[in-house]
């Protein structure tokens, strides 16, 4: 009796035993089955590890943009005859995906794995599917935007020709108007003034600057300095002796001066002078 | 009308006239020795020299512009040996401080107080060689000491003595690691002196005259004797001759044509199309400075416009600045200068 209730404990062990594995091993099964990865549209999701029998795999190319998902290799392993990869996948379109669809043995044999589903789920309303389209606004601006370049680009270079042509051309027209006239012709009415005794101190500088230069201009002496200038005319017999009686004229002391200086005789050989010009 | 009734015109400042007198006479003879002097030593540099009298002469400073090798240092040491001046020099140099040159207060560790030492710059010459390498606020108070001729160590205002010249040097090559003089600085020097090779035949006089240097026997030894060998200790003037050459430049008459054509030329820099920076009042003053003195060295007692043309380069050229379209058209300050000079309208 004791024996015969202890085989039937044995017995109901081994049985419930059996039963519980077998139903353990289904229940396993199922929660792989049901134990399916999930993401929302966009958003990548990373399966790390995951072993896939037979040769390495890679990405499949996306060439088409209505491939609705893609899979990147972030890392593969070496795993006996196999291997382990990290992968990264990402849905564009919300559905069910089998990612071993979008991998490729890099020796190009044929690829029999089993399915690796992921399943994208939509984050917007199912009747918001798409995004709101923007309004499209016409610019009255920007459809006249080429034009108005093109006529600034015009305007622009039309100065710029302006200001190097023209510009330089006032310029240099100007300095030409004032070079027309020569030194006889400019101290001639200051020689006058002075004759009449009219001439002020300033007049007077400036008919001394004026004579010096209608010496330069008559003895060639245009490409002197002002200080060679002046020294080539006080060696200059009759240059020099104006330059000695100015100085006594302007510029040495009024006690000095009693000789006097004859400013008629002095200035009337230049009163009508026209032979030199610049 | 007579030039004197063209003179009567003329309000002429408070000045002394007639012929030379006997004081400026003596002064004439002074500056004759000085020059003799000099040309005992240096050959040719007359220009140079005379620039260096007008400095003197007047209380400005010069700034020598030239390539090493051109006897600046020999010319401002026979100078202070020949009228008996004081002469220092500074090697101007990146890492040179400002109490380098003014001086400094050190601590005494004897008396544990601070005392004052004075820096080179306490002398009546002073040589500030290749004064565009040192920082810009060494260059800043060496200027401010010429300009002020007095300076304040450790909250105390020492004068500097005088006479006291500045005669600087610059190098117009080799501008690397340099910091220009910018013209604000450059303003407070009378004149820029443009130093220039010796004519061929000075250049033999200089290469005989230092063939026949020989040795001077030292110790145990001998050394090559240099033109600074050569300088006479005994000067040729006192500072009393000094004193009255300074007088005489005073008394040397400048007439109010003379005004005329600085204010003139002034004018001109300042309204030039090619100048963007003309001069400044200081540089007519230094012209009519400079135009007594050299009348002066020239054994006149009156100003003409020989003296204004032959400084008119040396006084204004480093005062005025060409604008970016006379750059761009190659002009330089000196042919810009020349043409407001020769320019008659």
């Known amino acids: 009796m004791r024996f015969s209730f202890i085989l039937f404990l044995l017995g109901a062990l081994c049985v419930g035993g059996f039963t519980t594995r077998a139903s353990a091993q289904e229940e396993g099964v199922n929660k792989k089955e049901t134990a399916e990865l999930k993401t929302t549209v966009g958003f990548p999701l990373r399966i790390l590890q995951t072993k896939i029998p037979g040769s390495h795999l890679i990405a499949k190319p996306y060439t088409d943009q209505r491939i609705p998902a893609m899979v990147r290799v972030i890392e593969s392993f070496p795993h006996g005859t196999d291997f382990r990869y990290d992968l990264e996948f990402r849905g564009f379109e919300p559905g069910r995906y089998n990612v071993i669809d979008y991998l490729q043995r890099e020796d190009d044999t044929e690829l029999a794995s089993a399915p690796l589903w992921v399943k994208v789920e939509p984050i917007l309303d199912a009747d918001k599917v798409r995004p709101i389209p923007l309004p499209q606004k016409s610019s009255q601006f920007r459809s006249y935007y080429i034009p108005i370049l093109f006529v600034s680009g015009i305007i622009w270079l039309a100065g710029l020709l302006a200001i190097l042509f023209y510009g330089r051309g006032t310029l240099k027209k100007a300095s030409v108007v004032t070079k027309k006239m020569t030194p006889a012709e400019k101290m001639r009415p200051l020689i006058d003034a002075a004759i009449n005794g009219s001439l002020t101190t300033a007049q007077q500088a400036e008919l001394e600057r004026i004579l010096s230069e209608f010496w330069s201009a008559k003895l060639n002496l245009g490409h002197l300095s002002a200080d060679q200038l002046r020294s080539t005319l006080r060696e200059h017999p009759e240059a020099n002796r104006m330059l000695e009686q100015i100085d006594l004229w302007l510029h040495r002391p009024s006690s000095e001066t009693t000789a006097s200086v004859d400013v008629n005789a002095l200035l009337k050989p230049y009163q009508d002078s026209t032979t030199v010009s610049e | ?335 810009v200068l020349q043409s407001i000079l020769r320019e008659f309208d």
């Open chain 2, 1 to 335: 009308m007579t030039g004197q009734d063209a003179t009567s015109q003329v309000n002429s400042i408070p000045q002394s006239t007639g012929e030379p007198n006997q004081e400026i006479k003596e002064v004439i003879e002074f500056i004759e020795k000085i020059r003799t002097r000099v040309a005992t030593v240096v050959v040719g540099q007359d220009v140079v020299v005379e620039r260096l009298l007008i400095a003197l002469f007047t209380g400005g400073h010069l700034l020598l512009q030239g390539v090493p090798g051109l006897a600046k240092t020999l010319l401002v040491s026979v100078l202070s040996k020949t009228i008996d001046l004081e002469f220092a020099r500074v090697q101007f140099t990146i890492d040179l401080l400002p109490s380098d040159i003014l001086g400094s207060e050190v601590l005494d560790q004897k008396t544990n107080e601070f005392r004052v030492h004075k820096g080179p710059v306490f002398t009546n010459l002073l040589l500030a060689d290749e004064i565009n390498r040192a920082a810009p606020k060494v260059q800043g108070a060496l200027l401010e000491a010429m300009q002020e001729r007095k300076v304040t160590i450790g909250g105390e205002n020492f004068p500097l003595p005088a006479p006291f010249l500045v005669i600087a040097t610059q190098n117009p090559v080799e501008q690397a690691g340099t910091f220009e003089l910018p013209e604000a600085q450059l303003d407070r020097f009378m004149m820029l002196h443009r130093l220039v090779y010796p004519k061929p035949e000075e250049e033999k006089e200089i290469l005989r005259r230092n063939a026949q240097l020989g040795i001077r026997v030292e110790g145990k030894g001998a050394v090559a004797q240099t033109e600074f060998d050569m300088l006479s200790n005994e000067p040729a003037g006192t500072s009393d001759n000094l004193i009255a050459a300074m007088q005489a430049v005073q008394q040397v008459y400048v007439s109010e044509a003379f005004i005329e054509h600085i204010v003139e030329i002034i004018n001109r820099t300042r309204n030039h199309p090619l100048l963007e920076l003309g001069c400044s009042p200081r540089a007519g003053i230094s012209l009519i400075k400079a135009s007594r003195a050299r009348a002066l060295i020239r054994g006149r007692h009156y100003v003409v416009p020989d003296d204004l043309y032959a400084l008119a380069e040396d006084v204004i050229l480093h005062r005025i600045r060409l604008n970016y379209e006379a750059l761009a058209d190659g002009h330089t300050g000196a042919s």
